[in-house]
């Protein structure tokens, strides 16, 4: 069983994680921003291979509203994560490559 809108978040995150300012962007900080936005979202369960109806629901997921829609939740997650990352020290020079 896979949730197909976990692929969607991460494709979203590696677009809008570069656009919020002070966001760390370590694996932990990444990890942390995903598993938030995923927490926002419907999860659109899919089973079989290939899974039946991940096509139906990719095409809703890439739609202008859908992408709107996850573009806005992912941004809030990394603006929450930014805010209030989980460690003290921000890691640096280990900012994931987008
Ligand atoms: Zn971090």
Redesign the pocket.
Same mark, same amino acid.
């Given at each position: 069983m896979k949730n197909l809108i976990e692929d969607e978040i991460i494709e979203v995150y590696k677009q809008v994680s570069s656009q919020v300012p002070n966001f /760390?962007? /370590?694996a932990? /900080?990444r990890d942390d921003a995903i598993s938030l936005a995923l927490n926002h979202v419907r999860p659109r369960y899919a089973t079989g291979d290939p899974p039946d109806g991940a096509v139906l629901s990719r095409i809703e997921l890439r739609s202008e509203t859908g992408q709107a829609q996850l573009i806005s939740v992912v941004m809030d997650a990394v603006r929450h994560v930014a805010s209030r $990352?989980r460690?003290t020290t $921000? $890691?640096l020079g280990?900012r994931a490559v987008t």
């Open positions: /760390c962007g /370590c932990k /900080c $990352p460690h $921000p $890691p280990t």
